[in-house]
Structure formats: C-alpha cells, structure tokens
C-alpha cells in the first residue's frame, strides 16, 4: 500500500519556539492531505485540510495563525506550529488521499513543548 | 452533521475470544464507513471500509465488519483473539459523495488481549 511518512517523529521545543512538521507521500501523488491532532487517549481530530497549490482549509476552532499548512508539492504538506505553548503538546497525525480518494495516514509526530 | 459513536471505551476479551467492538453513525444517508487500528505512537492503520458495495466486509488480519442500515451500525468482529491484537480501534464515517473527504472519526476502543 500507499507510504505516508512524517519528519519528525517527536520533538521537545521550548515554549515561544516554532516547529515545522513535514509530512511526504512516499510512493504517490496527493493533492489532499488532512492534518489530525490526537490527545492522550482521545480520538483524533481534523484541524484542516490541505490542498496543494491553495489555502488549507481550517476546521471550526482551529487558530489558521497558529497552525500554519502549507501544501507546496503534490507530495510534501508541512504544519507549522507557531509560538507553541504547552497546551500545543500533541500528537499530530497527518494523511494523504491518493487518487482513489482512499487516505493513508503517517505514523504521527510527537510535540512536547516545555 | 454526521457522528459516530464506539460503545465501550475498553474491550478485554481472553486469547481465542470473540472480538466485537461496536460502532454505530447518525447519518441521513449511508456513508462510507471505516475501521482503523492504532498501536502506540503509531499512525492508524486500514483494517476494512464499506463503501455502499457488499454489507459483509473483510479486512486484515482476520476482522470484519457487517453494515446494518436498519441499526445504523458497523461493528467489527473477529473470531478468535490474538495477543498481537491489543491495539486502539477507531471507527469512521465519511461523508457520501465526498469519497474519502473528511474523516469524523469515534472514540475509540481500547482492546486489551489476555493468556
């Protein structure tokens, strides 16, 4: 099946500091990729869908400021967490939909912001 | 708005065991349907989908899933527990006509699998 891969697989930054997330469609095209944030033991939520060569698309709630996507190839969609505070601790997960319209999800990032 | 709900946040079933995890969807029409399976600090892998094709639906590693319109549900069973199954389960809907747009997914349902 189709490989989705994310960069990096965890990271520790100090509060204030940005941290940019790459996630890459291996082996296909995706001109959709959906960014998820997942809390401990909760489900995942959708915080916007990306689409390349266009503005993402922010779920209800989610700050466009704060978590900025950028979708600048058809293979690489990147999330950026600005000035990040500790409540910004997460899982982000992100997908990519291939031309069947089936998503394939990457093996997540995790952020701890101190 | 289309939602799902698993029933039981934790399942633990004995080696060799039924597995039924349970998952039911509000929807006005029949999405499609989705069963994922996470391991820690892992992404969510497909196990099976139903996509208005047959109601039966087979997956990997030994699961399926039967689409019931008249309960609105989509639980995922599997005849015989392995230990290798401990996993997060989530079930998910998708909007019909969206193909594989937005995912809304459930809670989740822990499995734990014991000798």
Known sequence: GAVVSQHPSWVICKSGTSVKIECRSLDFQATTMFWYRQFPKQSLMLMATSNEGSKATYEQGVEKDKFLINHASLTLSTLTVTSAHPEDSSFYICSARDWLDEQFFGPGTRLTVL | ?115
Request: proline letters at 5%; a positive charge; glycine letters at 8%.
């Open chain 2, 1 to 115: 708005a289309q939602s799902v709900t698993q029933l039981g946040s934790h399942v633990s079933v004995s080696e060799g065991a039924l597995v039924l995890l349970r998952c039911n969807y509000s929807s006005s029409v029949p999405p499609y349907l989705f069963w994922y399976v996470q391991y820690p600090n892992q992404g969510l892998q497909l196990l099976l989908k139903y996509t208005s094709a047959a109601t039966l639906v087979k997956g990997i590693n030994g699961f399926e899933a039967e689409f019931k319109k008249s309960e609105t549900s989509f639980h995922l069973t599997k005849p015989s527990a392995h230990m290798s199954d401990a996993a997060e389960y989530f079930c998910a809907v998708s909007p019909l006509g969206g193909g594989y747009n937005k995912l809304i997914f459930g809670a989740g349902t822990r499995l734990a699998v014991h000798p």
